[in-house]
């Protein structure tokens, strides 16, 4: 996202507040993202970036799109939070993604020092949040984080369950999304 054009969801007052997104807000922009993401065969995962209330980043999975096994909605997006915030400490900001992260992601989160965690619906394949791993809470680390599981769940896991089933060629049923 260009530093020179506001973030959706940015105040565009002048003032010094931001628009306050609620959980739920932010994960329907994610969830938007997401879509994005399915447009060029990639598995729809959105995330996005928030500081101060406002969406600092907006990413979508991008592995397809680019051939890069790391292009994770969540590590493009604190990719271009810290761009656009001049550092790599996170701690002040709060990361939204649809789909709970997978142990790079969740290193990814640990490792940028980020502040909160909101996912919508759990990964039980690859979960690195509380489904197989909890890295986030992980007290052998240099850094734990909150984790906000569940918001807009149910939203967020049909539309990974959809995806893997038109890929298939199937009605959409079944359980669970995996990267």
């Not at 991008?62 to 790599?88: K, N, Q």
Request: one cysteine or more; aromatic letters at 4%; a negative charge.
């Amino acid at each position: 996202m260009p530093a020179s054009e506001p973030a959706p969801g940015a105040s565009t007052d002048g003032g010094d507040r931001a628009a306050q997104l609620s959980d739920e807000e932010a994960m329907r922009l994610a969830l938007g993202e997401a879509r994005a993401a399915a447009r060029h065969a990639d598995v729809p995962i959105g995330a996005l970036v928030l500081a101060g209330g406002e969406v600092v980043a907006l990413r979508h999975n991008e592995r397809e799109l680019t051939g890069d096994p790391t292009a994770h909605a969540e590590v493009l997006a604190l990719r271009d939070a810290s761009a656009r915030l001049g550092r790599w400490r996170l701690s002040e900001c709060t990361v939204v993604v649809t789909l709970e992260p997978c142990a790079m992601c969740a290193g990814a989160l640990v490792a940028a020092r980020v502040g909160r965690l909101v996912f919508g619906a759990p990964d039980p394949k690859a979960g690195a949040c509380g489904s197989l791993y909890n890295l986030c809470a992980d007290p052998r680390l240099n850094h734990e984080l909150p984790v906000f599981p569940g918001v807009l769940a149910g939203e967020c896991g049909a539309l990974l369950v959809d995806f893997f089933a038109e890929r298939r060629g199937e009605p959409s049923s079944g359980p669970g999304p995996a990267r």
